[in-house]
């Protein structure tokens, strides 16, 4: 446990010297907030730019509260996984490649201690970058649009964060057993195709972690609740767990190199 | 109780096979030398041993204990050929680090960082990020991170190559410190080194153990009486012609030319000398040098790997 927190520790550490928990909670808040600000400010930059007449730019629907919220939601599920991914790749793919991992397996640590240390500093920047993201989204949406009942946001936003550990231990499987670019291309490819198959048979996949994202839309939209969660939610919960677990055999079978 | 033994250990990478059932032991103590030539499976062993790969067949046992339980690894201290470490880290952070890594608690843990970096020669370059380091500085830091918890077992790959003389000085002297306690074992192509700190020598080539023992017993087996013998070149060629002529002499067993020099390695010292000194004095040839000694470690080398 001492040398996890060690380990995480200097995760922790690395993430603040090179910037990345600057940039990459920035670029989430931005991807938060334009939503409600562009949705806002529509109208008045279309009339800015002269170019439509003016009984049109009256008649253009001004969207409600949970129709920016929803839009926002939609930004995390493309952008935002975008991101957490490739920002993800080269967790575990960049020590063994780069040989800094060697040093540290030498020593008297567990693989699993190694692998829980990666997932929680990486897991810790997805989860300040999402709630600085979606609590601002949420801030200028009651400002500009109205505001979106408190307890459905957090429900939606705490199924979408379920989903980004989803994404945050696939990324990190994918990074122990490939190489870095690699990784990133196998974890896209899977969460898209489990997206696209929900979507196109949501019937089917209602088990499956993208069923998350539906409910949390559901959330926001529908004024009455959608259907229990807790089978996607304990799939999900498995699956990473499993992904952790898969990561750590991987790390004690692979020979490190230096 | 033998420190480490290792038991017909092999790796195989696909259908080449690294280091094919290499058995040796080690004794508490002491230097041993893992001498052979680039690609004889010197680093594979290294790493075998360190933890870092896991061998095909065969195993490594240290005080009887198998070594793929995780508690006997503070007793290992490994420095590979090509150290990597955190650039966006200081030394002293990084060799702090390695210590809590190793079990050292908070205020122990710089204590001892801060001795061994002074001992490596690296107090006042610690403080700076390791992504400003030269290539000697990151040898002194790789040589620090692996002492820092005074482990019982030191494999070292390459201790001293990236090293100027005044730094491999410093190394030597340190590993000669270090010998009482530990055990070391160290590869390196540097042969005059492995004489000076070593007293026991494995040569491998094409993972295998073409040679062991210790430097007497090596010595003793392969050291031959060895005449160097050097001539003013002439432009007649007379020298030159002489010093050929000697290479079918009786008592010559090997015979090396290298410009205006003969090495020749003979089976009696005393009737070499008497001979060749009378027809050098008769013939007046232009003699510059005349060395009666014996070959090196590095003929021997030569010798068992090239064959």
Not at chain 1, 49 to 55: D, F, H, I, N, T
Not at chain 2, 257 to 286: F, H, N, Q, W, Y
Request: proline share 4%; glycine share 8%.
């Amino acid at each position: 446990m001492k040398i996890t927190l060690l380990m995480y520790r200097k995760e922790i550490l690395e993430m603040i010297r090179n910037y990345k928990l600057l940039w990459i909670p920035v670029v989430f808040v931005l991807l938060g907030v334009t939503q409600p600000l562009t949705s806002f400010y529509l109208p008045d930059l279309l009339q800015a730019s002269g170019q439509l007449p003016a009984e049109l730019v009256d008649s253009f629907p001004v969207p409600g509260p949970a129709e920016v919220m929803l839009k926002v939601l939609s930004q995390y599920s493309l952008i935002g996984i975008l991101l957490i991914v490739i920002a993800g790749m080269n967790l575990v793919a960049g020590e063994l490649s780069g040989g800094t991992a060697a040093l540290v397996l030498v020593r008297p640590v567990k693989s699993t201690q190694f692998i829980i240390a990666k997932w929680a500093g990486y897991f810790s920047l997805v989860v300040v970058s999402f709630v600085l993201s979606y609590g601002s989204a949420w801030y200028y949406t009651s400002l500009l649009q109205g505001t979106v009942p408190w307890r459905e946001a957090l429900a939606a936003g705490g199924l979408y964060l379920i989903w980004f550990s989803f994404a945050v231990s696939l990324t990190m499987m994918c990074s122990t057993v490939l190489r870095g670019s690699a990784a990133a291309v196998v974890s896209l490819l899977v969460i898209g195709a489990l997206s696209l198959a929900h979507g196109l048979v949501p019937s089917w996949l209602a088990w499956s972690p993208a069923h998350l994202l539906t409910t949390a839309a559901g959330h926001l939209a529908g004024p009455q609740a959608p259907a229990n969660p807790a089978v996607p939610i304990a799939i999900t919960l498995m699956l990473c767990i499993l992904f952790i677990a898969a990561s750590s055999w991987s790390l004690r079978r692979q020979g490190i190199s230096d | 109780m033998s420190r480490l033994s290792v038991t017909q250990l092999s790796k195989k990478f696909g259908t080449r096979t690294a280091v094919k059932e290499i058995s040796f032991e080690l004794e508490e103590g002491g230097c041993t030398a893992l001498l052979g030539p680039n690609g004889a499976g010197k680093t594979t062993t290294l790493r075998m041993l360190a933890g870092l790969l896991s061998p095909t067949s065969g195993s490594v046992l240290i005080n009887g204990k198998e070594t793929s339980e995780i508690s006997w690894r503070n007793q290992i201290g490994y420095l590979p050929q090509h150290p990597s470490f955190y650039g966006w880290m200081t030394g002293k952070e990084y060799v702090v680090y390695a210590a809590g890594l190793s079990g050292m608690t908070g205020k122990q843990a710089v204590a001892e960082a801060e001795l061994i970096l002074e001992r490596v020669g690296l107090s006042e370059a610690s403080r700076r990020r390791i992504s400003g380091y030269s290539g000697g500085m990151k040898q002194r830091l790789g040589l620090a991170q692996a002492l820092v918890h005074h482990p019982r077992l030191l494999l070292l790959d390459e201790p001293v190559s990236a090293l100027d003389p005044l730094g491999r000085r410093e190394v030597m002297d340190l590993l000669q410190q270090l010998r009482q306690g530990t055990t070391i074992l160290l590869s390196t192509h540097v042969l005059h080194d492995a004489e000076e700190v070593c007293d026991r020598i494995i040569m491998l080539r094409s993972g295998e153990i073409v040679e062991h023992g210790s430097l007497a017993e090596l010595s003793a087996k392969y050291r031959q009486p060895l005449l160097t013998i050097q001539v003013e070149s002439d432009p007649k060629g007379q020298a030159a012609a002489w010093l050929h002529s000697l290479q079918d002499r009786s008592f010559v067993r090997d015979f090396e030319l290298r410009g205006d020099t003969a090495l020749l390695t003979v089976s009696d010292m005393g009737i070499a000398r008497e001979v060749i000194l009378k027809e050098a004095g008769s013939r007046t040839m232009p003699l510059l040098r005349f060395e009666a000694g014996a070959t090196s470690l590095e003929d021997m080398f030569m010798k068992v790997v090239g064959s």
